[in-house]
């Protein structure tokens, strides 16, 4: 069996926030009715954890669910137990409306480090990082600079950016330069 | 720089994250159509001064295509609406005409 391996062997640069690729991680999309108590049900039933709020997201351990778009959900899990819970949560969903993909290989997965983290990120995106707005526990899709990305803020200094494998290198690169040395910004103190 | 509430997921989204569609409330006409109706569903379209219908999707965010009425002029934007409507939600027109009195666009008032 072949290993599953990640865009930049798990590259890592150290500025006033430290960026690092994250080793691959299960990832399933799962599109259906999320007001329904079998969509609910499922991810309950996949991952023991229930549905986030709008731009949010739940989780525990490595699995996690997060809020992709009124209709689909973003579940994380280990890249191994990914297909076998694509194939649950299938089987459970069984006669409902829905869809159900491992998508395991198609992002990228970046991590953010530091007190300044939020800064770097800021940089990059026209969505609202200031704290009042993005708090622990959001997950919110948008841009950073040219290419569409996910940040989902962990706690207050560690913040993960999805991006599709094919804008790795790029978002790498970006993540860098927005957190080298003499770029911190100061705008919101620690 | 336009900034539109996405009606979907809430979230005042800058024009960055936004793909534009064209203009609102096209009318598809189909092959049983005269060459006339179908020439004008294909090519001919609105360039207001003043007020607009537009078809927007928060593409770098919730995916979602919904509709924009704003002004050309001055930016305003009057209000945005999900996509799921033939026509411009009647709370909407009436605040147009609060700020726009005698104001038209195709057959809507
Ligand atoms: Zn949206």
């Known amino acids: ?190 | 720089m336009l900034i539109l509430h996405c009606p979907y997921c809430g979230v005042d989204a800058d024009e960055t994250e936004l793909a534009p569609g064209g203009e609102a409330h096209l009318v598809r006409r189909g092959p049983e159509a005269s060459e006339d109706a179908f020439h004008d569903y294909l090519f001919v379209r609105e360039n207001p001064r003043g007020v607009h219908f537009e078809r927007w999707r928060h593409a770098a965010g919730c995916g979602k295509w919904f509709h924009a009425a704003r002004c050309t002029v001055t930016m305003e934007v009057f209000g945005t609406y999900p996509a799921q409507v033939t026509e411009p939600p009647a709370d909407l027109l009436a605040a147009i005409s609060a700020k726009r009195p005698g104001w038209r666009w195709r057959d809507f008032t």
Request: proline share 6%.
């Open chain 1, 1 to 190: 069996m072949s290993e599953p391996a990640s865009a930049l062997g798990g590259a890592v640069s150290e500025g006033f926030a430290r960026v690092e690729e994250m080793p691959p991680r299960g990832m399933i999309a799962l599109r259906g009715d999320l007001g329904s108590g079998a969509v609910k049900a499922a991810v309950k039933d996949a991952l023991s954890l229930d549905l986030p709020g709008t731009w949010r997201a739940t989780d525990a351990g490595e699995a996690a669910v997060c809020w992709m778009a009124p209709d689909e959900l973003l579940l994380m899990s280990s890249y191994a137990q990914a297909p076998e819970i694509a194939r649950k949560l299938g089987h459970f969903l069984a006669g409902e409306h829905h869809l159900v993909a491992d998508m395991s290989d198609a992002r990228s997965l970046f991590r953010v480090t530091g007190l300044d983290a939020r800064e770097a990120l800021a940089k990059l995106t026209p969505a609202d990082l200031s704290p009042g707005a993005f708090t622990p526990g959001t997950f919110r899709r948008t841009r950073l600079a040219q290419v569409p990305a996910a940040i989902w803020m962990r706690d207050d200094t560690v913040f993960e950016v999805l991006c599709f494998r094919s804008a790795a290198r790029y978002m790498f690169d970006l993540l860098t330069e927005a957190a080298a040395r003499g770029g911190e910004v100061g705008f919101w103190p620690d």
